[in-house]
Structure formats: C-alpha cells, structure tokens
C-alpha cells in the first residue's frame, strides 16, 4: 500500500488548508491524520472509516475535518490556523477502524507533509 500526501506549504494565520492524501495498492478499511514534529510526541487528528463514520481527537474537531472520497483518497480540511499548527502531517490507513482505537497503531503511514503558518 502507498499513501501520498499532497497541499501542504506556507499560509498565513488565520488562512485554511486541504490536506490530500491518495491510496494504492489495496482497499482500505480507514483513513487517519497525524502530526508530528521533531521533538514532539505524535498527535492523532482524525479518522475516518470506509463508510464515513468520523473520530476525531476532541481538541481539534472545531477547526479539522477529515473526509474522504469513493476513490481511496481522504482529506484533511485545517480552518483558522495558527502558528502552532505548523508541523509535519502524515496520512495513515488502516485495514480496519480498529487500527484507529486507542492503544492501536494505522498499518500504512504516508511521508508526511510540512504545513508551515506564518504570523
């Protein structure tokens, strides 16, 4: 399976983001987001099951939403950002939504992609 992420780059504060993600290879029970810089422990975003029942990390569901198409791609909507949202973002999937339980690991993980928000 091979995930790849696509729309990160520089906004400003305040702007909004599309986050891509397009999966090959196999079809896939769930879709998720993650950040992670270096130096920070990894945080869950969203996830998103095949037939579209969302989780979200409730610190973040006011201004993410994930989503997803009939063609194995997901998306990562990000409103209002903020400085603080600059990271590294990486797309993952899983089998099952099983994958996306607490204490449970995605089976696929993209490369990440760098959102950086200028003030």
């Known amino acids: 399976v091979q995930l790849v992420e696509s729309g990160g780059g520089l906004v400003q504060a305040g702007g909004s983001l599309r986050l891509s993600c397009a999966a090959s290879?196999?079809?896939?029970?769930?879709y998720g987001w993650f950040r992670h810089a270096s130096g920070k422990e990894r945080e869950f975003i969203a996830a998103i099951s095949r037939v579209g029942n969302t989780y979200y990390n409730d610190s973040m569901k006011d201004r993410f939403t994930i989503s997803r198409d009939n063609a194995e791609k997901s998306y990562l909507h990000i409103g209002n950002l903020k400085p603080e949202d600059s990271d590294v973002y990486y797309c993952s999937a899983g089998r099952s939504p099983v994958a996306y339980y607490p204490g449970r690991n995605p089976d696929y993980w993209g490369q990440g992609t760098r959102v950086t928000v200028s003030s």
């Open positions: 290879g196999r079809t896939l029970g769930a």
